[in-house]
């Protein structure tokens, strides 16, 4: 299982954000790419770049700091990214920029015809990001429920030939309250595509608990505050992850 650290680019500047909330916002180092260094020298074997802003506007913010991300990684270990992707032209720019996987979320939900074209485009690239309360997934940075069930709108999905679920339990979001390992080993039981857990992660004992269901499909799990504040060291969770 891979332990997936997580860089939140607000304003150019790396960030935690709690539950989504932009105004919550703690700066952890103002170079996210000395950041992905950082992790890449500890082991880690994929990041993953969320465009804070480029979330809320709908368009790319921060790609700057995105490409300096990449360069710095070169090819070593795959990057996905997402926030802000609304087009194809993204998508495809993104790609030639040295991005391995694109998250669709919101735009997904609202536009699903946008999801099967990007998945036809780009066989191979598109992840989709579900974040959901109590099985119903939400959008628009966590700011508004929908009806849609979890696992129906990710079954759609994997139709469609997504690569991956991204998938956050956004009350846990930035808490630091532990993943919500029941609702992502189900919705991975019910896909024949991986998933990968996210919010919550506070802890070893998380990592412990998600790799008894590795098996399950879940492949990965994103660490982001956690590791931040050092309430999970990163080497040791990747020596659990690795049935250390």
Same mark, same amino acid.
């Given at each position: 299982m891979q332990i997936i650290p997580a860089i939140d680019i607000k304003?150019?500047?790396?960030?935690?954000?709690r539950q989504g909330e932009m105004h919550t916002a703690t700066v952890f180092s103002e170079d996210p790419a000395a950041m992905a260094q950082h992790w890449l020298e500890q082991g880690a074997e994929r990041l993953h770049i969320v465009d804070l802003n480029g979330a809320v506007a709908g368009v790319p913010r921060n790609e700057l700091a995105i490409r300096e991300i990449v360069s710095?990684?070169?090819?070593?270990?795959?990057?996905q990214l997402g926030g802000g992707i609304r087009d194809l032209d993204t998508i495809e720019r993104y790609l030639d920029d040295g991005i391995t996987y694109v998250i669709i979320g919101t735009a997904a939900v609202k536009n699903?015809?946008?999801?099967?074209?990007?998945c036809t485009a780009f066989p191979g690239h598109i992840v989709v990001g579900l974040d959901a309360r109590?099985?119903?997934?939400?959008?628009? =940075?966590?700011?508004?429920?929908? #009806?849609?069930?979890?696992?129906?709108? *990710?079954? %759609?999905?994997?139709?469609?030939g997504v690569e991956a679920v991204v998938y956050t339990d956004i009350g846990r979001d930035g808490m630091m309250t532990g993943v919500n390992i029941e609702a992502t080993v189900k919705l991975a039981r019910e896909l024949k595509i991986p998933v990968i857990a996210a919010g919550g992660i506070a802890s070893v004992e998380d990592i412990r608990e998600l790799v008894k269901y590795e098996?399950?499909?879940?492949?990965?799990?994103?660490? =982001?505050?956690?590791?931040?504040? #050092?309430?999970?060291?990163?080497?040791? *969770?990747? %020596?659990v992850a690795r049935g250390g």
């Open positions: 304003d150019g500047h790396c960030v935690r954000l710095v990684i070169g090819e070593e270990i795959p990057v699903p015809g946008f999801l099967h074209d990007a109590e099985g119903k997934v939400a959008t628009d =940075g966590w700011s508004k429920m929908t #009806g849609h069930d979890v696992i129906d709108l *990710a079954k %759609k999905f994997e139709d469609y098996n399950d499909g879940i492949i990965g799990v994103i660490a =982001g505050r956690a590791i931040y504040e #050092g309430t999970l060291d990163f080497k040791t *969770a990747l %020596k």
